[in-house]
């Protein structure tokens, strides 16, 4: 028996940190933070353990929160005051996000990522005006959204508001602009307001390849976001494919994208593998609200240890190859990392 190679010898306590291929940072995660404008307390987000919707008036405090385990970044979200059929709250100066970004900005160092979509905006939940419906001379008059399945959102006239969105985030302090509502377009767009308007400076990390996904759920709870009728197959990819998901994230490339983001991220992690192969840029990922909850309920069952799968979930994105993860576990891993 010949036993010259002995792949145990590096597994050894003393030399196996040495050997390590991948490792975790505090530096590397994001964590979300969810601001409301329709309360004056928090409100737990009973779909997502330990996570709640703040008021205006306490944003600063939770972000403090945030960085006393070691995380500089956060991506916001908001809940605005009002919602209408175009989302016009997304870009008002007054806004949830461009008031919670100036306070968090005037007070804080911390390094300030805006989600920009429509969805938590518009009454109907989708990530953009919709598409005027077309009309049949039998259409009954209380027929509507839910009764058309062809239904969609107008790519075109999202981008006009992104722009708007991404232009007034950027003035209100945002230190990196997200969009990620799929459209068509929608990077080259938001570079060019943001040119436009003296913002060259600000990067854009782009939901690249987002997929139409069922680990949302949760996070469409958190953020009052899902659609009221149909689905967001129209405009979010395919879960079959991967060779569209190239095709989508190089048209981003090419039209200015500085960081590019998949999502989710468990199920795809061969999407993050071949990116991060592809393309020079640095990879994001998002272990989404569904990755965070199935976790968190398998735990309280008592069948998973959730400190040790939530390390192990990022070690595997972190692995395959994305330099920095959004994550409702940011915080609690970021404080059992070792200093």
Not at 92 to 110: L, N, S
């Amino acid at each position: 028996m010949d036993l010259t190679h002995r792949p145990r010898r590096l597994r050894q306590d003393r030399v196996r940190g040495l050997v390590s291929e991948t490792s975790l940072e505090p530096a590397d995660l994001i964590a979300p933070v969810f601001v409301d404008a329709t309360t004056e307390e928090r409100v737990p987000i009973e779909t997502m353990p330990g996570h709640e919707r703040v008021p205006l008036s306490e944003v600063v405090d939770r972000v403090e929160e945030v960085r006393e385990t070691g995380v500089e970044a956060i991506m916001l979200f908001g809940i605005p005051e009002s919602k209408d059929p175009d989302g016009t709250r997304a870009w008002a100066e007054d806004g949830v996000i461009q008031e919670a970004t100036r306070r968090i900005t005037a007070e804080t160092d911390t390094y300030v990522l805006t989600d920009v979509c429509l969805c938590e905006y518009t009454d109907h939940g989708h990530c953009g005006p919709l598409e005027e419906p077309l009309q049949s001379d039998d259409e009954h008059t209380d027929s509507g959204p839910a009764c058309d399945p062809t239904l969609t959102v107008d790519n075109d006239a999202t981008l006009e508001a992104l722009d708007k969105i991404a232009v007034s985030h950027a003035e209100a302090g945002a230190d990196m602009i997200a969009p990620s509502g799929m459209m068509d377009g929608m990077v080259g767009a938001i570079r060019e307001g943001l040119d436009r308007e003296g913002f060259e400076n600000v990067p854009i990390m782009s939901y690249a390849a987002k997929y139409q996904s069922a680990f949302y759920g949760p996070f469409r709870d958190a953020a009052d976001g899902a659609p009221a009728f149909g689905n967001r197959r129209h405009y979010q990819m395919d879960p079959a494919n991967a060779r569209e998901a190239m095709r989508e994230v190089r048209l981003d490339v090419e039209q200015g994208a500085d960081v590019l983001m998949v999502k989710p991220a468990l199920p795809y992690l061969d999407i993050v593998s071949d990116i991060r192969r592809e393309f020079d840029h640095p990879v994001a990922a998002y272990n989404v609200s569904g990755e965070y909850a199935m976790l968190h309920a398998a735990a309280e069952k008592g069948w998973l240890d959730l400190e040790e799968v939530a390390l192990e979930s990022l070690l595997s994105i972190k692995r395959a190859g994305a330099d920095l993860i959004l994550t409702y576990f940011a915080e609690d891993v970021a404080e059992s990392l070792p200093a």
